[in-house]
């Protein structure tokens, strides 16, 4: 049941945050806060609770799973689990919904009881797809995301908030609607195998397909998780959105939302077609390493500090994406290091961007430069931010990245090397953050604050887990390895053996048994 509750808090407190943010925008912004609290303290629970059961389970079965019957006739239920990869996605999500909300608590002042109905339920959303084990469920709250956020970007975003909010639209539901018919797909064609209707994970995994029926099947969920990371060339709303976004809005987009779309790689398109995986990634692990050097080359070529923000996201999503269809577990393991450490480091990045443009209404570093005198808070977090993204020993994004680069290198030398320049762009275009804005000629006289206590504390949230991650980050590898050893062994088993529809009973047996390897 507390997989339930984890929807329930976010869904209740929008409609709460909505009704009584009416008529006191105070009562909204504690409701959410409470409620993402709230779901922090269960996430976190629910991880320390099972921490020694993941290490017990080493086949990657579910540590807690709910299901209750919701279209029988269909095959469709409402059923959630949660395994290590998930549990960590989840407890992600909670904390960054905790300083969305603390970020947006001065900034948004006109119909605040709306901002949070709609936070909150992209939330839910988010939460969801990480616990999502029936497809009808998960495609359910892969749009639940969408309108919500499209409100967000469109109300309380900035000067071109309406294109923004459209293409943003446009790309990720275009995308999901080839996902449904992927979905629908897998499920006519597991009906045709078995006479069984169902929308069912388990049941799913290993159904019997032609090989070009794979292949076209895991395309359309590949362009869907594909334009969510986002990898390159499906970004183009990527810069847009963040840059329209209010900052609450930007940390979702660059901690969560990405992240959606790389947890169902992970989670759907490698474990349900690993012939049609293993076929398109070597154009995939290209798609990755052009994104690297693409989205770097893009970032220090912005004047926007936001856009510029956007597109190392592009560049550091590629080193996911390579990650991922490298199929061996340190590559996996950086992956899920870089997902959550991104998502702290570009969390706070768009935060200090926002900050800034709440003080000074400008994201154009032509217009900053020399702040550091008076702002010598808001540089050192900056500097720190800035040192994260480029990846600097000692710090969560350069634990994810090094993993990343060393499983690649077992796979594809050049590949590796050329991944390895994104590194030194990283470096130029982070510096060149520092040195636009904080040092260099004052370019203006802002009369602006440092750093409140609110945000140093919020700061001061993301910063310690990076250290931490970058020192010590064993448990979370740890809580995540059954899921990257089942997805390592389902992508090495003999192709020929497991390809196509002559796979027995007794193969599907041996290679997706339910609940276990």
Same mark, same amino acid.
């Given at each position: 049941?507390? +997989? ?10 929008? +409609? ?29 629970? #629910? ?14 079965? /579910?540590?807690?799973?709910?299901? &209750? ?18 549990? &960590? ?13 603390? $970020? ?14 709609? @936070?909150? /339920?992209?939330? =839910?959303?988010?939460?969801? %797809?990480?616990?999502?084990?029936? !497809? ?10 969408? %309108? ?28 999901? &609607?080839?996902? &449904? ?22 049941? +799913?995994?290993?159904? *019997? ?14 362009? =869907? ?10 970004? *183009? ?28 790689? #992970?989670?759907? %398109? #490698? *474990? @349900? ?58 590559? !996996? ?10 998502? !702290? ?26 702040? /550091? ?8 977090? =900056? ?9 600097? *020993? ?9 993993? %990343? ?15 390895? $320049? ?60 059954? =899921?990257?050893?089942? +997805? ?30």
């Amino acid at each position: 049941m507390i +997989l339930v509750w984890l929807l329930i808090i976010p869904l209740a407190a929008g +409609l709460l945050a909505w009704i009584f943010g009416r008529n006191n925008h105070l009562f909204a912004r504690w409701i959410s806060l409470l409620a993402m609290l709230a779901d922090l303290a269960l996430a976190l629970s #629910l991880w320390f609770k099972h921490f020694e059961q993941i290490d017990l389970v080493a086949g990657g079965g /579910w540590l807690i799973e709910y299901s &209750l019957a919701w279209v029988p006739q269909l095959g469709i239920s409402f059923y959630l689990g949660v395994d290590g990869l998930s549990i &960590l996605m989840i407890v992600l999500s909670a904390f960054l919904g905790v300083l969305a909300v603390a $970020t947006s608590w001065s900034e948004i002042t006109k119909k605040v009881g709306f901002f949070h109905f709609n @936070l909150m /339920w992209i939330m =839910a959303g988010i939460i969801g %797809v990480f616990m999502a084990l029936d !497809l009808f469920l998960f495609y359910f709250f892969w749009e639940l995301m969408l %309108v919500p956020m499209y409100f967000l970007i469109g109300i309380w975003g900035h000067e071109k908030r309406l294109y923004a909010a459209v293409k943003f639209f446009i790309f990720t539901q275009l995308s999901g &609607l080839l996902m &449904l018919a992927a979905i629908l797909g897998l499920y006519f064609v597991h009906q045709n195998q078995t006479g069984i209707y169902t929308f069912n994970y388990n049941d +799913l995994l290993g159904t *019997p397909l032609a090989v070009s029926v794979g292949r076209w099947l895991m395309l359309g969920f590949f362009a =869907a998780f594909a334009v969510k990371l986002p990898a390159f060339p499906f970004h *183009p709303w990527l810069a847009d959105a963040h840059t329209e976004a209010p900052t609450a809005g930007s940390v979702i987009l660059a901690g969560l939302l990405l992240k959606t779309g790389a947890y169902g790689f #992970l989670r759907f %398109v #490698l *474990p @349900l077609f690993p012939e049609a995986s293993e076929y398109i990634a070597p154009a995939a692990m290209i798609i990755g390493v052009v994104g690297i050097i693409y989205g770097a080359i893009l970032a220090f070529g912005q004047t926007d500090l936001k856009r510029l923000v956007a597109y190392t996201s592009v560049s550091h999503m590629g080193f996911v994406i390579l990650g991922i269809f490298t199929f061996n577990q340190l590559a !996996l393991q950086g992956v899920v290091m870089q997902m959550i450490c991104h998502g !702290l480091s570009t969390g706070g990045l768009f935060i200090i961007a926002g900050h800034l443009q709440e003080q000074i209404h400008t994201r154009d570093m032509n217009r900053m430069g020399g702040m /550091w005198e008076n702002l010598p808070r808001f540089g050192g977090v =900056a500097m720190f931010f800035a040192l994260a993204s480029l990846g600097l *020993p000692g710090l969560g994004n350069f634990v994810g990245e090094f993993l %990343v680069l060393i499983g690649t290198f077992q796979t594809d030398v050049i590949l590796t090397i050329a991944a390895a $320049t994104g590194l030194v762009f990283a470096a130029i275009y982070s510096l060149w953050i520092i040195q636009q804005t904080f040092h260099g000629e004052k370019r203006a006289d802002w009369k602006i604050r440092d750093l409140s206590p609110r945000f140093i504390l919020i700061f001061a949230l993301m910063i310690i887990p990076l250290v931490i991650l970058g020192l010590f980050p064993q448990p979370v590898i740890d809580t995540a390895q059954p =899921a990257i050893e089942r +997805l390592e062994r389902i992508n090495t088993i003999d192709k020929p053996e497991y390809s196509g529809v002559d796979l027995t009973e007794a193969d599907r047996d041996r290679r997706f048994s339910k609940g276990g390897d």
